[in-house]
């Protein structure tokens, strides 16, 4: 009885809503900032209809979430978008902690250059539907990048690269 019961409730369960884009990302963010640890420096943040970003003190080092349709995948990591010594410098560092970033975040993590002399560590992950379900997914997934990569980044972000951080309001 309970069997038949419980397929038919799920059966007839209503799917979760499909969330266009730009309120998927903004969902992803707002799910990333309830995620990370209260300790954490703050977290800014902005989305578009494809990508969102965050960052702490460099914009230029942010986390991406970046929904590339046609490759059938959303990408989630931390991006170095800096001038070319900056982001090579940080690769070089992130490269000598793999070991501990893989053993932190999981094996299908990838730590390489890419486009325009940037750098990355990041991975790839299937492209499902939209959904409340999927939003959880990836702002848990970004937040663990975050809590395990920011303190990293901190302490290897050259001295010589601007970072700065929003005053306090008042």
Known sequence: MNARRAAASSASAPALRRLDSRTFLRGVVERIQKEIPADF???????????????SG???????????????????????????????RLLAAFRARERAIRRALGADVRIETWDRGWARVWEPIALATL???????????????????EPLLRSEVPSDVAWSESRPRR
């Not at 420096?41 to 960052?55: D, G, R």
């Not at 080092?61 to 046609?70: F, S």
């Not at 997914?137 to 663990?144: E, F, L, Q, S, V």
């Open 58 to 88: 460099n914009k230029q080092l942010h986390y991406e979430a970046w929904i590339r349709e046609r490759l059938g995948v959303i990408e989630v990591g931390l991006h170095f978008e800096a001038d070319a010594l900056t982001n090579a």
């Open 41 to 55: 420096p703050p977290i800014h943040s902005t989305a578009y209809s494809y990508m969102a970003q965050l960052w």
């Open 131 to 149: 959904d409340r379900a999927f939003l959880e997914r990836i702002g848990d997934r970004i937040a663990t990048y975050v809590t395990v990569l």
